[in-house]
């Protein structure tokens, strides 16, 4: 919780303790106090205790925002702000956010509820909130310049509309966006149904995060905001693995998760182990007709899909964006593949001059989430994670989901390691190894080629290439 002396900062106030003589009680209550959140915690979902009921939802390595209720309305108070947010442990980045964080909290609400939002700008320039999929009135829509004034630097202003339909929804300024959404302005919307709906699940599980992503030059700190496609950094919440929390959950308990997409690229949202349904987009939940079991849903730019599926598998399951390139953190992408390249005589060479060379990627590019590399301070390691046995390598868009016999209701607790049942895991083999078998037919002997080419071409991929730049 802020103080009431950053409570008058906020609120425009000066003087902090020497002004709260001069403000009348009533100018006190005039706006809810913001609550501040500092920690990068996944906080247990936040039950609420007024207004109608509902099934909170818990946002991965982030909050939901309290709020008060004002004579029939829901009020909240978010803070645009510079922030510091541990994108993992020992990686922090200065970004621009809300209430303390990136992303913003998550602001929960039931359909039907009268929501009142007072934004107010401490950043070093204008800014808006657009409530992004919500139907409301067009003043409250939050393009700056098209449905409202920009909010000047220290100024608040009050948003107010009826959240009028179930569903997932984000929010993010409609103001120098292409600066203020790469330093991480954005949050997670989630409006519960008022009654029972036929298309909405009661789910003993509600998970959300939003897909981001930044370019932060190794030992820097703040993004850059001119980059439109070689990010270096995909993260969830502005989080990277081994900084995501994993998804904790019981088996056999319903699970929904919420991903939302405001990166420049799409994401190919991949998890192991189970089949899921996508029950819901930004447009509402989907017809029944329409859903089909998946492992991967494609989540495009500005697109929100909410998945859906039974926790019937015990285990350590992977949940990752499929794009290979964003399960790694920062790394140049300028690196070209030196897979069966023998180094040893030209490292020699090298090492007569420079004695710490070292060349990488002769062997692929798993020894670097090994390697002991010099980087420089506050760099997030390309790959890495250690898991219960060894190096994940993976970094950016990778979490876990565990399913646990003896997870509690409710509990969100991280269990650890699963512990796979004796005979249950992948071991080596020790017997004999007989020389494979061709096909006979290898070569093409049963539909011969006419033309053979003059001289035999053999083809190397080289990836990454230097010359793309496009994930
Ligand atoms: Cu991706």
């Known amino acids: 919780m802020t103080s009431r002396r950053d409570f008058f900062k906020y609120a425009g106030i000066a003087g902090g303790a020497v002004a709260a003589s001069a403000v009348s009680r009533v100018a006190m209550a005039a706006l809810p106090e913001p609550v ?27 909050w939901t925002l309290p709020w008060r209720m004002n004579q029939g309305v829901k009020e909240f108070h978010l803070v645009s702000e510079p922030v510091v947010r541990e994108m993992a442990p020992g990686f922090k980045a200065h970004l621009w956010g809300y209430n303390g964080q990136s992303p913003g909290p998550t602001i929960e609400v039931v359909e039907g509820d009268r929501v009142r939002i007072f934004v107010t700008n401490k950043l070093p320039e204008h800014t808006s909130i657009h409530w992004h999929g919500q139907r409301l009135p067009n003043g409250m829509d939050g393009v700056a310049g098209l449905n409202q004034p920009a909010i ?44 029972k709906n036929p298309l909405i699940d009661e789910v003993q599980r509600d998970f959300c ?31 990277i693995f081994p900084g995501i929390d994993s998804l904790n959950v019981r088996l056999n308990d319903k ?96 090492n007569n001059l420079i004695p710490d ?5 002769e062997r692929g590019m798993a020894d670097m989430a090994e390697m002991e590399m010099p980087i420089p301070d506050n760099t997030a390691p390309m790959m890495t994670g250690e898991g219960p046995f060894g190096s994940v390598e993976m970094g950016g868009m990778f979490s876990v989901l565990k399913v646990r016999r003896d997870q509690k209701p409710g509990d969100y607790s991280n269990p650890g390691w699963f512990k796979h049942p004796k005979g249950t895991v992948a071991h080596e083999y020790t017997g ?23 001289i035999p071409t053999e083809v190397k991929v080289r990836k990454p290439s230097s010359s793309h730049d496009n994930h």
């Open 36 to 62: 501040i959140q500092t920690s990068p915690n996944t906080m247990a979902p936040l039950v609420p205790n007024s207004g109608r009921t509902y099934n909170p939802v818990v946002t991965l390595n982030g």
């Open 152 to 195: 000047p630097t220290g100024k608040t202003f009050v948003y107010e509309f009826v959240a009028r339909r179930p569903g997932t929804f984000m929010y993010h300024p409609h103001a120098d966006e292409m600066t203020q959404m790469a330093m991480g302005m954005m949050g997670f919307w989630v409006t519960h149904p008022k009654v």
């Open 209 to 239: 995060f939003l897909l981001n992503a930044y370019d932060i030059d190794p030992g820097s700190y703040t993004p850059k905001i001119m980059t439109m496609l070689d990010f270096n950094l995909w993260s969830w919440n502005s989080r």
């Open 255 to 350: 699970v929904r998760i919420r991903v939302g997409n405001l990166t420049m690229t799409n994401h190919p949202i991949h998890l192991h182990g189970h089949e899921f349904l996508v029950t819901g987009t930004d447009g509402g939940p989907t017809p029944k007709s329409t859903r089909w079991y998946e492992v991967t849903t494609d989540v495009a730019v500005g697109q929100m899909r909410q998945i859906e599926f039974l926790a019937d598998e015990e285990g350590d399951w992977a949940f990752h964006c499929h794009k290979s390139h964003h399960t790694m953190n920062a790394m140049g992408h300028n690196v070209p593949t030196l897979i069966g390249v023998d180094h040893r005589g030209v490292a020699k060479k090298i």
């Open 357 to 361: 060379y070292m060349v990488m990627g």
């Open 432 to 454: 004999p190894l007989a020389e494979p078998a061709r096909f006979k037919s290898e070569g093409g002997q049963s539909m011969p080629r006419s033309q053979k080419p003059a």
